[in-house]
């Protein structure tokens, strides 16, 4: 094959591949691929029902690197970095990397702040809560409807004239630091592995019991984050985007990828003998069905005012948004004030101050959502 045709083979293959991901079986493959390895990363290590959390996942990050002192839940996750790198190689292999922020960065750090508060009120995020209802945590049916309920508040803002502003083109490094950011938590990793029953190794947290010493093979997870990062920044798969969608839009094409990933995650968990159905007892959950509805109503209220999920928000920054990564570092940073000031639930319930950071929180969207409005409704 001469170079010439080489170079239209692989233009041609290119266009193809974009072309399969905007189609509905395109996302619900992207759905399907999550949900598989979601419940094959736990057959494998991960915590119960959170074999994907991105949550959870940037909580232990927040932890491994000291930004609280909750000892269950230490450990610098590889499938984050996955995910942000992944989107990053994605964008550059497609010409999609475009560096750009300057949209009201502050207000998306508390938005990132208060979501992960409320995600880990309920405990997970919402792919999370996907994952818990395929695997029949009954709990995780108050989070989706919670869920659901924060993103229509939100697109009645959108509505009324909400916006955050446009984004510019900046600087190209600017949308490198948070991959760049993730290269380095992955140099730590291998500078200081988790030594066997030590609780820091150099710079590192690392959790001896709980859900934060539970985790697959490290290059496992890293390739998983990797091709899931990859995956969705093709085909811009979205919880909260797909929600948005149905409920501003009635489309649906968004919606099939978390429909893929329910009834892939079901079938795998069937499979493995991961599926337990029921309401007590289920892993790294409580039972306390009002808050576990509340904390997703805040998570999703800011998710969408914020415009994407926390697994969009690792993506977009992959693909070089500054002001999606203000947000992914308000979640991690809000994670350390959740186990500090008591605000994350464990599986005995609510922690002692979680449900006045719920208020808060709805009270603060709230105030951003009717203040940051180009026009009235």
Known sequence: MSVQAASEYAVKSTVRMK??????????????????FAALLQKWGNPGNMGICVACMERD?????????AAVVQYMRPEIIGFVLGSFIAAYSFREFRSRAGSAPIVRFILGAFAMIGALVFLGCPWRALLRFSAGDGNAIFGLLGLVGGIWVGTLFLKGGYNLGRSTKTYTSVGWLLPLTMLGFLALMLIYPQVKDQPQSGVLFYSLKGPGSQHAPLLVSLVIGLAVGFLAQRSR??????????????????????????????????????FHPGFAKQPIAHTMSLWNFGGMVLAGLAFALAGGCPGRQLFLAGEGDGDAAVFVMGMIVGAGFSHNFGLASSPNGVGPHGIAAVIIGMLVCLFIGFTMRTRTA
Not at 264 to 273: D, E, K, Y
């Open 19 to 36: 072309s399969f991901f905007a189609t509905k079986w395109g996302i619900i493959a992207v759905g399907g691929f999550i949900g598989v």
């Open 61 to 69: 990050i927040a932890g491994a690197v000291g930004l609280h002192r």
């Open 237 to 274: 798969f979205c919880t909260m985007g797909a929600f948005r969608d149905l409920l501003l839009f009635r489309q649906t094409h968004l919606l099939l990828g978390l429909v893929g990933l329910v009834v892939f995650a079901f079938i795998m968990n069937l499979i493995l003998g991961q």
